[in-house]
């Protein structure tokens, strides 16, 4: 399978997690499922640091954020699939 770039927690989640250095934009992810360790590919929309999240499906402003299969907060901005997500297009629905 190789080393994934990518790990998501949950099938039903829409962000992932980059575990890797030096991601940059274009690159073919391999990304791993932990629930159930199967496995995807995704390119990269952006250069992506590691620890932050990528979009699995295109996310508008408004849309509900899943991870570990639960509602981590809402999307205000846009993120096409692939692409980055965090503090400048993510909030948490808590404040």
Do not use: C
């Given at each position: 399978m190789?080393?994934?770039q990518l790990?998501v927690?949950?099938?039903r ?5 980059v575990?890797?250095?030096?991601l ?13 360790n199967s496995d ?7 250069d992506?640091p590691?620890?932050?999240k990528?979009a699995?499906?295109d996310?508008?402003a ?34």
């Open positions: 190789g080393v994934p790990l927690h949950d099938a989640d829409n962000v992932g997690v575990v890797v250095e030096g940059t934009a274009g690159t073919e992810m391999l990304g791993v499922i932990t629930h159930d995807f590919r995704l390119t990269a929309g952006a992506i590691i620890g932050h990528v699995l499906t996310l508008k408004g849309d509900t954020v899943i991870k570990y299969g639960e509602d981590i907060g809402r999307m205000v901005g846009d993120a096409a699939k692939g692409g980055h997500v965090h503090v400048h297009n993510m909030k948490t629905k808590r404040w």
